[in-house]
């Protein structure tokens, strides 16, 4: 059995060492939001925070989590940071097909946790490891800037 924190809460899982991570969140706890892109750590879309940190969920051994935090969309949607996100990706039309927003808002709430007023450059690079097939990146990068401003202090 492995044990871990889901979303605020301790789960425990009878997955295999070896099982994705993605896989376990997507058919044992119905979290929908992970969103399996490329199973390769490619692409972004499962994206989770794992211990403070922006990780691909496809790249994740179950056996590796044990005593582990794991922040998914559906969780962090719940503060008032991913409000403060969600508003300013409106605010500028981020949002086209919406496979790679989990990820992205994910990537956000990263970023400005790092550095509360990041660079052009630094929210580029923060986004990296997210593709968006919809957007070109202008509009999520405009988002970004715009969160840090207007949430200047929860970060």
Known sequence: ??????????????SKANERLLDVLRNEFRITGVKCGCKEGECGACSI???????????VAMGSIEGSTV???????????FAVIDKAYASVSAVQCGFCIPGMILATECILKKNPNP????IR?????NLCRCTGYNAIVKAIGIAAKEGKGLW
Do not use: H, P, Q, W
């Open 1 to 14: 059995m492995i044990k871990f924190i889901l979303n605020g809460k301790e789960v425990a899982s009878n």
């Open 49 to 59: 925070i794992l211990d403070g940190r922006l990780v691909n969920s496809c790249m």
């Open 119 to 122: 660079t052009e450059a630094e």
């Open 71 to 81: 922040v998914t969309i559906e969780g962090f949607r719940e503060t008032e940071r």
């Open 125 to 129: 690079e923060g986004i990296s490891g």
